[in-house]
């Protein structure tokens, strides 16, 4: 069957809508969600033919409702043939008026709250969320996150098993839950963000669009809640990343570190819209941990050259990140700023610090090999990224710092080779 | 994150497994292998037929050789796996602490690479 991208698009803007009059109506998550999916892969194959009916919306609560009901008369047959079960009333599901406008927004919201509540884990949370509120199917999440489908079907109804068991309600949550709750949503955005980008090219490319996804999403929220600085924050801090997308790998998937990325190839647009929203955010909403690494995307994407980098006020940004953040990644990061500010000496001592909290961690290893190639010392410098590429579970990774720590190998010195030619051979090698 | 969890066999293992009290460990086995089903972190599992049955290959300037039994001389031996996706590599560790042949032999929990990466 080809697939419709626009059918598709639209389908996917209607599930929350959709799904969330159904569960307003009639209670019954679970069910409201299979039958919405059922109506789906039902417009899925007829509207492409048939064409998109008029009132899309109406179209899908109808057969989904009719699901509904169809289910609702096979549970009650099963039950009547069991025991001897009286009629219950009889079962109304009729589709109702056009939707009230107001409540397109608020229902994807509440949703967005239930499918990330703390009682689900964090897998059953993204899966959950990428069906329910993306509107993707369990085979395309599946196919995502490299699992079986089975497996996805599994974390999917365990989590709807949940919602149930748990009695969590369609509404929004209480008021002095609602700042809590919001952050795990936008965690599992985040989540579903970074398992997209970091897939690299080939077989990933599946997995890849769920960064198109989880913008998607943080938009459709943003446009809910536009006052909240951590959302905006969140969105801001995915197309600043996302911009430079294109340039991160090479064709054959390896990866290209942020000071020898192409920046010809960064997304302009994007870099424009992610650094317009951060910086409304900061102006006038209380800072938040995602503005900040927004912002200091900000300032990587808005420099025209990896020289021009304004480190001075990077470092300032981490160091405020760290002072609400707490994670031993932020000071690994400020280390690396403070390297470039103030030498990399200075970066290596505050890495000491890190010992305990990320020992045995590969990207403490790589840091270290990093600042101490910045510092001269390649002996080091090569066992270090030797030790990171071992840690490291990443094939690209792994490959990126094996070819590290190779460069840093003896160079062979002919009569005229001085350390300069060595590195700019590297750097060619690179680029090839 | 994901796993495979490697379950060693041994003749310890053999003989609890086939003799008496045999049954519980199977039951053991088949509730933990719910559980995982259950919470969506099995990704897969086979078990091994016996290393009796294992043929190791060996190609040398372009000549293969074909040697009965397993490659690793060791008492004990690979009896089959188990691939898990979980949040943690403690949870990999607490499900291989459960698998009854960690008791017996050993069970061995080695993440599994992954194709993506973030620069660095």
């Known amino acids: 069957m080809k697939k419709n991208v626009r059918v598709e698009g639209l389908l996917r803007e209607m599930v929350p809508r959709v799904l969330g009059a159904l569960v307003r109506r009639h209670g019954r998550f679970d069910e409201c969600e299979d039958a919405v999916q059922e109506a789906l892969v039902a417009a899925a194959i007829q509207w492409p033919d048939q064409g998109v009916p008029e009132n899309p919306w109406g179209w899908l609560i109808t057969v989904a409702s009719r699901r509904l009901t169809d289910r609702a008369r096979s549970e009650v047959a099963r039950r009547r043939r069991e025991k001897a079960a009286p009629l219950p009333e009889e079962v109304s599901l009729a589709s109702g008026p056009d939707e009230e406008p107001a409540q397109k927004e608020d229902d994807m919201l509440t949703l967005l709250f239930m499918c990330c509540h703390p009682a689900l884990s964090a897998a059953s949370q993204v899966a959950l969320t990428l069906r329910a509120v993306g509107g993707l199917r369990t085979a395309e999440i599946a196919r995502a996150f490299l699992v079986p489908e089975a497996t996805m079907a599994q974390r999917i109804s365990r989590a709807k098993q949940s919602i149930k068991t748990s009695g969590i309600p ?69 197309l600043l990343t996302d911009a430079r997308r294109p340039a991160r790998t090479r064709p054959d998937g390896a990866l290209v570190p942020l000071t020898e990325q192409d920046r010809n190839l960064w997304d302009r647009k994007s870099i424009r819209e992610g650094a317009e929203l951060v910086a409304d955010a900061l102006s006038r909403a209380p800072i938040g941990s995602y503005q900040l690494q927004a912002a200091i995307a900000a300032v990587h994407d808005e420099a025209a050259r990896a020289e021009d980098t304004d480190w001075p006020q990077i470092l300032t940004l981490y160091g405020i990140l760290e002072r609400i953040s707490d994670n031993p990644m932020v000071t ?38 990093h600042l101490l190639e910045l510092d001269g010392d390649h002996t080091a410098a090569r066992s270090g990224y030797q030790t990171a590429a071992r840690r490291t579970t990443s094939l690209p990774e792994r490959r990126y710092l094996e070819a590290q720590a190779a460069s840093l190998a003896e160079p062979w010195r002919g009569p005229d080779a001085s350390v300069e030619d060595h590195r700019g051979a590297r750097r060619e090698r690179r680029k090839t | 994150m994901k796993y495979v969890l490697l379950i060693y066999d041994n003749p310890e293992t053999r003989e609890a497994f086939f003799g008496e009290g045999g049954d519980e460990l199977m039951g053991e086995m088949d509730a933990l292998m719910k559980e995982l089903t259950e919470s969506g972190e099995l990704v897969g599992t086979e078990a091994l037929a016996d ?70």
């Not at chain 1, 669009?209 to 995915?238: K, N, Q």
């Not at chain 1, 990061?333 to 610090?353: I, K, Q």
């Not at chain 2, 403690?90 to 992954?114: L, T, Y």
Request: proline residues 6%; negative net charge; contains cysteine.
């Open chain 1, 332 to 369: 690994l990061n400020r280390a690396v700023a403070l390297a470039m500010v103030r030498g990399p000496r200075t970066g290596l001592d505050l890495l000491e610090t890190l010992d305990g909290r990320l020992t045995g961690h590969h990207r403490l290893d790589a840091v270290r090999a």
């Open chain 2, 51 to 120: 290393p009796y049955n294992t043929k190791t290959v060996r190609v040398r300037d372009g000549v293969p050789a074909i040697t009965d039994g397993p490659f690793a001389e060791a008492k004990e031996h690979l009896g089959g796996y188990l691939v898990v996706d979980c949040e943690s590599p403690e949870r990999a560790i607490e499900i291989a602490a459960r698998w009854p042949n960690a008791r017996f032999c050993a069970m061995e929990v080695r993440p599994i690479m992954d194709e993506a990466g973030t620069e660095m």
């Open chain 1, 170 to 238: 369609f509404r929004m949550p209480p008021e002095e839950e609602r700042a809590d709750q919001l952050r795990a949503v936008l965690h599992v955005l985040y989540l579903i963000f970074n398992e997209g980008y970091t897939a690299t090219s080939g077989p990933d490319l599946e997995r890849a669009e769920l960064t198109g996804e989880a913008i998607r999403l943080a938009r459709t929220l943003h446009r809910s809640l536009p006052e909240d600085g951590e959302v905006t924050g969140l969105l801001a801090l995915m």
